[in-house]
Every structure is written in C-alpha cells, then in structure tokens.
C-alpha cells in the first residue's frame, strides 16, 4: 500500500507528524525567495493557532491540514506572501463559507476559497491575531 508523502511503514502516528515537518523544513531550506523569513513566520503562526494542525508538502508549498487540508502557501503572489484558505480536494456542499471577518483580511476566490496576503514581516506582525483567529474560524469547517 502506498504511503501518504512525508510519511513511511511501520511509523506511528506520533512520529509521522515530526516526519512530515522534517519534510516542509527540509522544503524551506532548499526554498530561494525575497521573503523567506516571513514564510517561515506565517508558518509558525498558522501551525500555533491550533494543536491538531500538521504541516506538509501540498501543491509544492507549505500546506496545512486538520481532518483535511485547509491553507497552503501561496509562493508566487506578486504583493508579497498568500495563504490561500480552502476546503481540501474533496468538493463540500456549503453555498459559503460563512467566516467572520471583522479584520477584512479575506480576499475571496471562489465561495469556499478566501486568501490573506501579507506583504512583508511588519505586516504580518500587526496582523498576527487576526489571522490566528481567522485560521480558528476557518477550520471549522474542514
């Protein structure tokens, strides 16, 4: 049977999630770009905002999962910093995702697909409660 990425036979549970975060780390290492120290530290503060989130390699970027993948970097926005916030691959039957906002950080791509784009350390510094809270907010649906 195959193993999910990050992941090999006979590993608990336990250590699969500290193997998978050797493998975003080992990403970010290899990983050339302009902002690089603000990646690591929306990382971090995604990966805070709840115990349950484990970190992976998805869409060759960070990803980010509960029951089902909800966030990935987004590498390439030309503003700085994305994180794209959606509802896995699996198709779900929400008409929206009905996430309060009070902060207007979401940019909305689709009904159940928002972005935050920060564009640089000090942005992501003045806006790191808000987007914890967003990520809290966010999850509950996947």
């Known amino acids: 049977m195959a193993q999910p990425s990050g992941t090999a036979a006979g590993r608990t549970a336990g250590s699969r999630k500290a193997d998978v975060a050797d493998t975003v780390d080992a990403f970010m290492a290899r990983l050339e770009h302009p902002l690089h120290a603000t990646i690591q530290a929306l990382r971090g503060l995604i990966r805070e905002a709840d115990a ?8 060759n970027a960070p990803s980010f999962r509960t029951r089902e993948y909800f966030a990935t970097v987004n590498l390439r926005e030309k ?3 994305g994180v794209i916030l959606h509802l896995g691959a699996k198709v779900r039957p929400l008409a929206s995702v009905p996430v309060d906002d009070p902060a207007q950080l979401l940019h909305w791509l689709a009904k159940d697909r928002a972005m935050i784009v920060v564009r ?3 942005d992501l510094a003045s806006k790191a409660d808000a ?3 967003l990520i809290r907010r966010w999850i509950a649906y996947v």
């Open 79 to 81: 503003a700085g910093v």
């Open 52 to 59: 349950g989130i484990v970190e992976a390699i998805q869409w």
């Open 131 to 133: 987007v914890q809270a």
């Open 120 to 122: 640089d350390a000090a």
